[in-house]
């Protein structure tokens, strides 16, 4: 234990070449983290409101702009940069509920399948080949299907498709980990299995969890939009980044705002959120170093 | 030994094959929506029920569906779509060449592009241009197919609209090919008129498919071929006076090759997968598209079928890999 605190603590100053790697992600996902808490204070007008005389109003520096309206209206006359900073709130809250769900349960799983070998071994990791014969997109569009549209169910496809990715990488990380010394001390010392397992060989695994967590957070942002963008998730009211950008591919050869805003807001969260995983990873992991 | 290692191989290929087929099958029987109310019309009578549950199945047991159900599929019969009230094969096979063009194509450019930068990086180790080329890659791999179609649309369609941002060839244009393979058939024929439109089509969704498989390409091979570099056999050759490029093309390059061909052969499965939603975000007539209005319709035959055959070609490309990566390197034949 004390071995890798030595190494996450380690000399500060080695870090900051790659520094940046946290911090500009972090900035960018504050932003949307406190436009997802403050939505209703932040947000200048109601994203749901219609107005069919302001229809596909251009941005306030635009000719025919109208004041208020910062990035314009969609094709319904709705604010498309309150609608900007709704989305981001079911943007977080199904990132962070999906990923959750799929950290947890792939890890339990993984840890079991490397911890446990045998059996747990075989019979986890045929279940991970079979989910990884579906490619993602599709499984998540045929399980939203089967569960019928919304919120809940966008939560869990996601949790139920990625939880391969934590499986695979934690039964790896689990399996290295078992091979060492402190695992086979902590068993002849008399420690129980699954509390060697919890206590000595998962703290050892958690930084590599944490840094999948942030690339899974990515990816449900993603596959939120993808699943709104074909218009499985939400009804087409609710404002969904995806959505926008689906109604924004429809005319973008006349309102290009209802496409760019809404795409470049998911472009630099996505960018950010793997940027984060993969600083974290060099940062946890002492080869990289 | 290598013949029982192959083997052993086929039948965990079979068993993962087996599972497939399973949860496909659940998936599609739990789904809620009764599929015989749906296709008879309102007022029909309890024996009409009764009688279309019996032919398709539905009043025998769960297990026993599943294998007539499977036995069927491996017949190649997947069933009726309840949309378009034909066969699922026929349906599947009349859009299965547009996606494998697609995804050949996205290939191509994976490999042409993620080859070259790599080649480039490796020319240019330590330098600028290797810095270069690692941050363009890192960027490219963070960016999803998905985003990368869209700012592609963004780039090519809107502000400077070059190439087509729907459809797979010019709808006005007569399209009269024996298969559906327009670009290859049309490639053959000396077409140059369809080839063209084809192209004009295809080029973006294949780029989104293929700049994250380019950018992966990229930095693995780069770096095998900077291990190589630093070899006995490398500077033999810079000692019989080779320039470093062609140090690199003739003698690097083989020895480096192996191991991004596995990752190659690996990604070009997950990169089929992607075309789901390339297609979908490009009008293109694939097999993904297909599988999105199937789920739209709610046809879970056809979805059935499409998942399936996914899957498959997923598990079939993952074992043809495998075989060849134990073939090609004797160092990694287990037994």
Sequence with gaps: MTETQNIISAPRQRHRAVNY??????????????????????????PLAQDLLYERLPPAWEQGAEPGYWLGTDGLGRDVLSRIIYGARIAIVV??????????FGSVLGLLAGFMGGWWDRVISRIIDIWMAFPPVLFSVLLVAVMGTGLASVIVAIA???????????????LVQSQMDYVDSALIGGAGRFKTLLQEVLPNVLPAIVALFALEMGIAVIVEAILSFVNLSLSSDAPTWGGMIAEGRATVHYAWWVLVFPLAVLFLTVLSFSQLGEG???????VLQ | MIIRSFLARFFSTLVTLFGVAVVVFVLVRIAPGNPIA???PPGATEEDVARLRALYGFDKTLIEQFFVWLGNVIY??????ITMRLPVSELVLQRLPATLELSIMALVIALVLGGSLAVFGARFRGRAQEVGVDISTGAALSVPDFLWGLLLILAFGVAWPVLHISGRVDPHMDVDLTTNFYFFEGLLL????LVSSVLSHMLMPALALGLPLAAMIAQLLKQSLKEQLDQDYVNLARVRGHGETHVILSEALRNAALPTLTLIGVQFAFLIGGTVIVERLFAYEGLGNMAIDAVINRDLPLIQGIVLLFAVLFIAIN???????????PKLRHD
């Design chain 1, 21 to 46: 790697r946290l911090w500009l992600p972090l900035t960018w996902l504050s932003l949307v983290f406190g436009a997802a808490i403050f939505a209703p204070w932040i947000a200048p007008l109601d």
């Design chain 1, 280 to 286: 974290l990873k060099r940062q946890f992991d002492p």
């Design chain 2, 190 to 193: 000396g077409d140059f008129a």
């Design chain 1, 95 to 104: 990132s962070l509920i999906a990923a959750t769900a799929a950290a947890i």
């Design chain 2, 319 to 329: 074992l043809t890999v495998d075989l060849t990566y134990s073939l090609l390197n």
């Design chain 2, 38 to 40: 749906m296709m008879l």
């Design chain 1, 160 to 174: 139920v498709i990625d939880w391969t990715r934590f499986a695979r990488v934690v039964r790896a990380e689990t």
């Design chain 2, 76 to 81: 190649g019969d997947f069933g009726t779509s």
